[in-house]
């Protein structure tokens, strides 16, 4: 690993100013030389790789005094940005309201990291591709743009079917923002001139021909909360994989639904394991309103999700599976007692 | 595993070795606590040592590291606790598990900085004086291991497991175990021991 200096912030501001101070206007984030660090398990384990480089690290886990509240209303939910995965996952609200967010983060990673890793540092969590992750390659367009890309002919078995495009094919790996993703989730950031927050739906970026910029956050703003409006009793995340556990999702669908009297008032379906960022499915959620649940209804929905999809030499398979995985999520909503 | 179960003597001949050199390092409290304070806003030169206070299985010790030192490597190279095993070195196969506060986390992501001023609890610190842990007992009473590298991990990783509440059926200790890799493939045996201990545990 590089050297780097190391501080701990101790409040926002201080969190702030030191991110920026080392930030540059053509700094994308995920290269700023200076990064902050929540629970480390994807930063740590990309500076050993030397795949991030930064020479600051700004610790900011003593923010978690206030930013890890997990606050669930009548009328929604306010999670902070560093309260830990399995604090979230094991909240007796969360898994009542939301089992669409408690299962996203009960099925991802594993114990030990659950209980490092924060929601906002979850969020941004980096791409499982192989080419990314190992800096002998030199054609990553993520790590060197320009450089090519080579999963695009390479073993691309994990990589993504939906957002992709001819610079990148890397898949988005986290689990917990597609539930967010489906819920219209708005995401609190905080910088150098105070708070703002946007839909969670605007903070990932498909890479088109810019795969290094992989989030419209800038260096020096940080993820202070997530709000979700409403409640989602209706709603599950079903994941598929190579193992039962401890494993990224080959396929992974995020479903709410509001269901009264047999029939669809309101239907949410967003996607993992298949895209280049959390994915939502909207066309698929527009034949789902206003109908009652049946078989058919399932397999035009799952066509529909699919249906700009487009698969290479060893990820086609993810095409098929994902369909099912949508078609048994809507199931699993449908028939679930609340 | 000669730290643990194989052979009682050897692990009490090197915990008490172990005593020794924590007393010779000890720090109080308050100046843990201002050590913290003090080194917050500033960025050091990352070519220099840093001084750190970790809290090991109830001892305080004194040490100067380099910023980019994990908490595994503090553990083994430093401290000289070689329970805690270096598998993977990139938090995927739980041989590095200890817990610090009462969560078990894989030390090898850690920071020794980061941890700064919180407990660390390692293998070396389950046992109370010439008692093993339960669960500690209920591994070499289950056969839950064959060459043991993983076990410390395992260990340390069931504990928590109980304590969470997650071993109360054979599928919610497999899946809140899966965190721990065993090449060995000692699973069954691992998950009866998780079985055995857990009442033990929760009884207190």
Not at chain 1, 16 to 23: D, E, G, H, T, Y
Not at chain 1, 25 to 35: G, K, R, S, Y
Not at chain 2, 9 to 37: C, E
Not at chain 2, 177 to 203: D, F, H, L, T
Request: net charge neutral; hydrophobic share 40%; charged share 20%.
């Amino acid at each position: 690993m590089r050297p780097f200096s190391y501080q701990r912030a101790t409040d926002p501001d201080m969190a702030v100013q030191a991110l920026s101070a080392a930030a540059a206007a053509n700094n994308p984030l995920t290269q700023a030389p200076a990064q902050p660090l929540a629970g480390g398990t994807t930063l740590i384990d990309l500076m050993k790789l030397d795949v991030m480089r930064p020479a600051a690290i700004v610790d900011i886990n003593p923010l978690a005094r206030d930013w890890s509240a997990i606050e669930p209303k009548d009328d929604g939910l306010r999670l902070g940005a560093l309260a830990k995965m399995s604090d979230v996952a094991a909240h007796d609200g969360i898994q009542r309201n939301y089992p669409v967010i408690a299962n996203s983060l009960k099925l991802a990673a594993s114990a030990q990291l659950r209980n490092m890793a924060t929601l906002g540092g979850n969020v941004m969590q980096r791409t499982r591709c192989s080419y990314f992750r190992d800096v002998s390659y030199e054609n990553c367009n993520k790590r060197h743009p320009g450089s090519g890309c080579a999963a695009m002919d390479g073993v691309n078995r994990m990589h993504a079917v939906l957002g992709v495009s001819d610079q990148c094919i890397a898949t988005y790996p986290g689990d917990f923002a597609q539930a967010l993703i489906a819920l219209d989730a708005i995401v609190e950031i905080t910088g150098k001139a105070g708070t703002r927050s946007m839909p969670f739906a605007q903070l990932h970026k498909t890479p088109g021909s810019t795969p290094d910029i992989e989030t419209t956050l800038q260096p020096g703003e940080l993820i202070s909360a997530f709000a979700v409006p409403g409640r989602w009793p209706r709603s599950v995340y079903l994941k598929a994989r190579d193992r039962q556990s401890y494993e990224f999702a080959l396929s992974s669908a995020a479903v709410a639904l509001d269901v009264q009297d047999g029939t669809i008032r309101d239907a949410r379906v967003a996607l993992g394991g298949v895209a280049t960022v959390p994915w939502r499915a909207r066309e698929a959620e527009a034949l789902l309103k206003g109908q009652k649940f049946d078989e058919a209804l399932a397999q035009r929905v799952a066509d529909a999700a699919f249906a700009d999809a487009r698969g290479r030499r060893h990820n086609s398979f993810k095409i098929a599976l994902g369909k099912r995985v949508v078609a048994r999520a809507l199931q699993q909503a449908v028939t679930m007692e609340i | 595993m000669s730290d643990k179960s194989s052979s009682r003597a050897s692990a009490f001949d090197r915990r008490a070795f172990m005593a020794g050199v924590a007393g010779s390092a000890l720090v109080p409290m308050t100046a843990r606590a201002a050590t913290q304070d003090a080194n917050a806003p500033v960025a050091q030169d990352p070519a220099l040592p840093v001084e750190v206070t970790l809290h090991v299985n109830g001892k305080d010790k004194r040490l100067s590291i380099d910023a980019r030192t994990t908490v595994l490597d503090a553990l083994r190279e430093q401290l000289k606790l070689t329970g805690s095993k270096k598998g993977c070195d990139h938090g995927q196969c739980g041989a590095c598990t200890v817990l610090i506060g009462d969560r078990r986390v894989v030390s090898c992501l850690t920071l020794a900085l980061a941890a700064e001023g919180q407990e660390i609890t390692t293998i070396e610190g389950l046992a109370t004086d010439d008692r093993l842990h339960p669960m500690q007992q209920a591994f070499i009473d289950n056969d839950a291991f064959q060459c043991g590298y993983c076990t410390p991990g395992q260990i340390m990783s069931a504990v928590a497991c109980v304590k969470e509440g997650h071993a109360n059926n054979e599928a919610d200790i497999r899946e809140y175990m899966s965190g721990n890799i065993c090449r060995c493939a000692a699973y069954p045996n691992i998950v009866a021991a998780v079985k055995q201990a857990a009442p033990e545990i929760m009884k207190g």
